[in-house]
């Protein structure tokens, strides 16, 4: 096989790994912050995800927006502009709730459940985030088919 051929097919490995494995790792939601008949919203207003998730607060809007919880210090946003964007990871399970001090008309919360529990439907059209039991397996593979190509990539660029 030429290098040329062991290249191509080596990095086709971890290539295909990243396709497969893409929506198990992206365990992640958005809330976009958003504008209906001059009233501002967080949309979805109630989202569901798992401990170890993150969502991020987008603000599509023009006017400044926070995301602050209603009690505790869980969520502490800076004030966020227009097309930024503020992340929180939930380690602890329970239910969020918070606020945007500009506009106190606008609340949402966020439902953490255990790590690997079945998530019900979020109430948008967008489906659902899941875990899987399966994604520690799937890292293992895609880290074992990454590392002998790049240490193939290293001695070929060498030579």
């Not at 992640?28 to 798992?50: C, G, K, L």
């Not at 227009?82 to 001090?101: I, K, L, P, Q, R």
């Not at 949402?108 to 439907?121: F, K, M």
């Amino acid at each position: 096989m030429s290098r040329v051929r062991l290249v191509h097919a080596t990095g086709l490995v971890p290539l295909a790994l990243l396709i497969v494995a893409g929506p198990v790792l992206a365990a992640s939601a958005t809330v976009r912050m958003t504008e209906v008949d001059e009233r501002y919203h967080f949309n979805p207003q109630s989202i569901t995800v798992s401990a170890g998730d993150t969502v991020t607060w987008r603000n599509t809007t023009d006017a400044l927006h926070t995301v602050t919880s209603n009690s505790g210090g869980e969520l502490d946003s800076s004030t966020i502009g227009e097309g930024d964007t503020f992340s929180h990871t939930f380690s602890a399970v329970g239910t969020f709730s918070y606020h945007c001090t500009v506009h106190s008309y606008m609340m949402g919360s966020v439902t953490v459940l255990a790590a690997g529990a079945t998530l019900p439907q979020t109430s948008t059209a967008q489906p659902a985030i899941s875990t899987s039991p399966g994604t520690p397996v799937i890292l293992f593979l895609l880290l074992a088919a990454v590392a002998p190509t790049i240490a193939l990539l290293r001695r070929l660029a060498a030579r």
